[in-house]
């Protein structure tokens, strides 16, 4: 059984109350992940794929993701399907359905944190190493890139939320690290708790 903590618990970092920040970092509880993997001789779509694209109602092409209120499935590269759930019941489902030669259960690896605000766009491409301001990084897209020195990806939810996948044991770093970035830009940052 995994332990059932929270990736931000122990963050004790700068934060500012949400009614004063100008950008909110949250994380998403994560009941369920998955790295599915399909290969270029398979004739079908494996059952264990299909059963977690109907969370996202189509595959998503490499570089994009399908969101929904508590799922995020992502194409991350050819035959390869990053997908995670704040789902309770989504995840027991999946996991009964899953084979295990074609799935990597990684709930126990992966925080799921979303930053939103007004800023965030611009905040974030002053970080990243992608332009998420010139236009080709809109809803939808998903990439992996850097943050700092901490390996991430990003999904553009909105124009104003993105999602931030990050290994869990790097996930209070990452949160001081944008903090600090933020408040060397005079901005406040509200790091609020889990939410579903």
Known sequence: MIERCHALATYDGLRSHLADATLCLAERYVEGAW?????PEDEATPGSVS????????????????????????AIAPGRVLTLTTSAQEASLLS???????VIECRGQRAWLRFSGTEVRGFLDRQLGIDLLGGDFGYGRFALTRLG????????DRDDVFDILVARSFS???????????QAEGRS???????G
Request: avoid cysteine.
């Open 35 to 39: 790295l599915v993997v399909s290969y």
């Open 51 to 74: 059963a977690l694209l109907a969370l996202a109602q189509h595959e998503p092409a490499v570089g994009w993701a399908h969101s929904s209120a508590s799922a995020l499935v992502a």
């Open 96 to 102: 009964n359905q899953l084979d295990v030669d074609r």
């Open 149 to 156: 020195l901490i390996d991430v990806a990003i999904h553009a």
């Open 172 to 182: 209070v770093a990452l949160a001081r690290q944008i903090a600090l970035r933020a």
């Open 189 to 195: 940052i509200a790091i609020d708790p889990p939410t």
